[in-house]
């Protein structure tokens, strides 16, 4: 199961939880408005809690993909230029072997 849906399930319970327990409570109209709706902006702050630590964690995901792309670059460069440079030498050999080892 994904992070999302533990969250979204999560979520759902707390507020479940929350609303059966103050619908059941002993209280004035009044008093049970407000406590859902304190419990209301609970939720809401916990949420918003959520999402923004969510987007600091993608931000840091994709400065961290970024550099292994760029890592990634580099090295299939390097290996590019090392393959490049020894087929230069293996060519330059073959044409000095097949010249009988003249280089003039």
Do not use: C, H
């Not at 902006?41 to 550099?67: P, Q």
């Not at 760029?70 to 000095?96: F, H, I, L, Y």
């Amino acid at each position: 199961m994904s992070n999302k849906s533990n969250v979204a399930i999560a979520l759902a319970a707390l507020a479940a939880g929350a609303a059966i327990g103050i619908l059941f409570a002993p209280a004035s109209g009044k008093e049970t408005r407000g406590r859902i709706a304190r419990k209301g902006s609970d939720l809401r702050d916990s949420l918003n809690d959520m999402l923004a630590e969510g987007g600091e964690l993608i931000e840091k995901l994709k400065g961290e993909a970024g550099d292994l792309v760029s890592k990634g670059k580099d090295a299939a460069n390097t290996m590019k230029d090392r393959v490049k440079d020894t087929a230069q030498e293996a060519a330059g050999a073959a044409r000095s072997g097949a010249n009988g080892g003249y280089k003039g």
